[in-house]
């Protein structure tokens, strides 16, 4: 994919006009574009900040994972988001490790931490926005902790199924048993089970790497 | 008790001598001392924005509830801590509700959300400080999270008696189930249930009221 960089950071980081020449030119020097694939760990606790990432194409995740092997999803990332989580030097205070991963191949520009941060501790703007998505990301992880503490699983599958319906407009839904325990916070042989009852409740139907949606009435009722 | 409103400001809130002459002046008028009695709700998703909270005096518990009154504690306040998340006049992207409750008698100074934001939106110091606070409680949140998806209820529920057990200094911890199920997110029942499993095992004795550890070695394997 082609990108320009100067247009992409111009369009999609909402403080950027309001940046002197110099804080623009220091940004557009400390920004790159990589390319990464379907499967690949943008950023994990492994490895050492990665900066602001911002996903000119593609589809990212961003999880929590358990020395298990447990994981739970936190957010998603489409064309135009902006990622600060990931990065470690600008967010001093965090004191959590999340992961990054490819959905959808993806075209990201990545600005340097270090460069930020310094434009970030001087420009109002630029705080206003940090502030801005940082309220956005807690909001969106409060969702998140609430659905787990409240919500019965039976009651998320169920609303997860719902949404993959409405988002893919197919009644057919390609994913792993693995994929949803892993966005839920689950574990795999759980959720199989929980899918299997759906199953000879006439809900859904499953077939080898799919699920079908037979009754979303029914899948509604488990979500009230 | 008796507070100096000034005095406290100025010795509480990093930014504060950042300050104008005339921001100070505004956040001073704009601010006032409320007393809070023991199990009071401060904050709710009934009330409106109540402001940024300073805990002058006392201590505080932020939690989450549900619909059919479940709870999980996200965090406490003590003294000179404070609670910005409380004010959703300020906090305009926070998409979800908390409440603020008093655990030990409290004293409070309460900036009105609407004028604190005026000097939010003109001064990098207040914005850089605010900006820390929302990582920090994103931090906070995110362990919170972790907690619930990754460890079994046996494992929180030990550590939570092993903190108590070293926060009171002592091995008699005088807490209710439901007080310990509120904090945990689960149900008075299921934690009555877990606690007599522990008493069996001789790990721990319960009273009218209290609990009392009797093999804390024995606690700490259950969090291994």
Same mark, same amino acid.
């Given at each position: 994919?082609?990108?320009?960089?100067?247009?992409?950071?111009?369009?999609? &980081?909402?403080?950027?006009?309001? &940046?002197?020449?110099?804080?623009?030119?220091?940004?557009?020097? /400390?920004?790159?574009?990589?390319?990464?694939?379907?499967?690949? $760990?943008?950023?994990?606790?492994?490895?050492?900040?990665?900066?602001?990432?911002?996903? /000119?194409?593609?589809?990212?995740?961003?999880?929590?994972?358990?020395?298990?092997? *447990?994981?739970?999803?936190?957010?998603?990332?489409?064309?135009?988001?902006?990622?600060?989580?990931?990065?470690?030097?600008?967010?001093?205070?965090?004191?959590?490790?999340?992961?990054?991963?490819?959905?959808?191949?993806?075209?990201?520009?990545?600005?340097?931490?270090?460069?930020?941060?310094?434009?970030?501790?001087?420009?109002?703007?630029?705080?206003?926005?940090?502030?801005?998505?940082?309220?956005?990301?807690?909001?969106?992880?409060?969702?998140?902790?609430?659905?787990?503490?409240?919500?019965?699983?039976?009651?998320?599958?169920?609303?997860? &199924?719902?949404?993959?319906?409405?988002?893919?407009?197919?009644?057919?839904?390609?994913?792993?048993?693995?994929?949803?325990?892993?966005? $839920?916070?689950?574990?795999?042989?759980?959720?199989?089970?929980?899918?299997?009852?759906?199953?000879?409740?006439? $809900?859904?139907?499953?077939?080898?790497?799919?699920?079908?949606?037979?009754?979303?009435?029914?899948?509604? &009722?488990?979500? *009230?």
């Amino acid at each position: 994919m082609n990108i320009n960089k100067e247009s992409y950071l111009n369009d999609n &980081l909402p403080f950027f006009k309001n &940046l002197s020449e110099e804080e623009k030119t220091m940004i557009y020097n /400390a920004s790159h574009i990589e390319e990464y694939k379907l499967g690949e $760990l943008i950023y994990s606790k492994y490895k050492s900040c990665s900066g602001i990432v911002l996903v /000119a194409k593609g589809q990212l995740r961003a999880f929590m994972s358990s020395l298990s092997g *447990k994981e739970i999803t936190l957010f998603r990332l489409f064309q135009n988001d902006i990622c600060i989580l990931s990065s470690s030097c600008v967010y001093q205070n965090l004191s959590y490790d999340i992961n990054l991963q490819v959905e959808e191949d993806a075209s990201l520009i990545i600005i340097d931490g270090k460069f930020f941060k310094e434009v970030l501790d001087r420009n109002l703007s630029v705080q206003n926005f940090m502030l801005e998505v940082t309220q956005n990301k807690l909001s969106e992880i409060m969702w998140v902790l609430e659905q787990v503490v409240f919500f019965s699983l039976e009651h998320r599958i169920s609303d997860y &199924l719902i949404n993959e319906h409405y988002l893919k407009n197919s009644s057919e839904i390609y994913i792993t048993h693995e994929a949803i325990a892993n966005d $839920l916070g689950s574990s795999r042989e759980v959720i199989s089970r929980m899918l299997k009852r759906f199953e000879k409740d006439n $809900l859904i139907e499953m077939g080898r790497g799919y699920i079908k949606i037979v009754d979303i009435k029914g899948l509604k &009722l488990l979500c *009230k």
